[in-house]
């Protein structure tokens, strides 16, 4: 079955600084990728998705992009700001409308 | 706020016990999903209903069975429950087959 890796588990940046969280899949015939942010105690909120048809795509600061051929997709955070500071999870779904596989989350600190 | 309501938000229960957490999903939507999140596991998928009817499973133990009934709300049912049950369980929505998926607040479940 499909299998989600992301990296890196914790990541520190400055307030002001950029972030990149990346991920990895193993299903070739995987073809939706959201992100989800989740504070501590909170939902999952779906914050960008891609589809394989489509390289990338940005809203305001995010970004995602995805590599098909290499099967790995980052988001990017510009300009982070202290309420950035989440834990971020990436998923992947090879069917449509079914299961998300979740990546194991990145703990993102932005310091101010 | 996304819209998917879920209750209760706390149960604590004693092992051997069985529990029902609800879901209501977005108005409209008619695709439920149900996941497990726990620390050692991360974000699991559990099922998916669409429109009443099983649409894919996860890894959901044999203990654990759910439902969706006409109005489209979704019954998640736990029994003889063990330690390791504890976790948090959200519920998600969405438009049926689009992947895009709102999740709830969740229900954390105490098993002592």
């Known amino acids: 079955g499909e299998n989600v890796e992301q990296h890196p588990s914790t990541l520190s940046v400055q307030e002001g600084d950029s972030a990149v969280i990346k991920c990895t899949y193993s299903d070739s015939a995987s073809n939706y990728f959201p992100w989800y942010k989740q504070e501590l105690g909170k939902r999952p909120q779906l914050i960008i998705d891609?589809?394989?048809?489509?390289g990338e795509k940005k809203d305001q600061r995010i970004a995602v992009t995805l590599n098909k051929t290499a099967k790995h997709f980052s988001l990017h955070i510009t300009e982070t700001q202290p309420e950035d500071s989440a834990v971020y999870f990436c998923a992947a779904s090879g069917e449509y409308g079914n299961k998300l596989v979740f990546g194991a989350g990145t703990i993102l600190r932005v310091k101010s | 706020d996304s819209g998917v309501t879920q209750t209760p938000k706390h149960l604590i229960t004693a092992t051997g016990q069985r529990v029902t957490l609800r879901c209501s999903p977005r108005?409209?939507?008619?695709?439920v999903y149900w996941y497990q999140q726990s620390l050692d596991q991360g974000l699991q998928f559990l099922i998916q209903?669409?429109?009443?009817?099983?649409?894919a499973k996860g890894n959901i133990l044999e203990r654990f069975s759910a439902q969706q009934f006409p109005d489209l709300h979704s019954e998640l049912n736990l029994s003889s429950l063990e330690l390791g049950d504890s976790a948090l369980y959200f519920c998600a929505s969405s438009v049926w087959d689009n992947n895009e998926q709102f999740f709830g607040p969740g229900t954390r479940l105490t098993v002592l």
């Open positions: 108005s409209g939507d008619l695709s």
């Open positions: 209903y669409y429109n009443g009817e099983e649409r």
């Open positions: 891609i589809r394989s048809n489509v």
